[in-house]
Nanobody, 119 residues
Framework: QVQLVESGGGLVQAGGSLRLSCAVS????????TGWYRQAPGKQRDLVAT???????NYADSAKGRFTISRDNAKNTVYLQMNTLKPEDTAVYYC?????????????WGQGTQVTVSS
């Protein structure tokens, strides 16, 4: 069973920065993608940023230019550096790992970490 453990959330003022970390219990390059999603109250869970096993990144428009996804393969950890935070970034942030196989894809999720940006 794959485990993902997020850390680094918290309360920050608008314009501030946070770095989220996600420790994965299996080699992160074994996954098709790893990344971050977020869910605000009453809204659906949306993609923030992902990175493929080959290192290609993908960002939501709202994250481009402010957030950076990175990883440490040796530590099996994925990071999300968030700068210039806005109140609308307030959400629970979930780490995700997408495993692919001949039998199909499997999503694994962390428990989530709360990010609150005050105005």
């Amino acid at each position: 069973q794959v485990q993902l453990v997020e850390s680094g959330g918290g309360l920050v003022q608008a314009g501030g920065s946070l770095r989220l970390s996600c420790a994965v219990s299996r080699s992160i390059i074994s996954f098709k993608t790893t990344g971050w999603y977020r869910q605000a109250p009453g809204k659906q869970r949306d993609l923030v940023a992902t990175v493929t096993r080959t290192g290609a990144t993908n960002y939501a428009d709202s994250a481009k230019g402010r957030f950076t996804i990175s990883r440490d393969n040796a530590k099996n950890t994925v990071y999300l550096q968030m700068n210039t935070l806005k109140p609308e970034d307030t959400a629970v942030y979930y780490c995700n790992a997408l495993a692919d196989s001949v039998f199909g894809n499997t999503n694994y999720w962390g428990q989530g970490t709360q990010v609150t940006v005050s105005s």
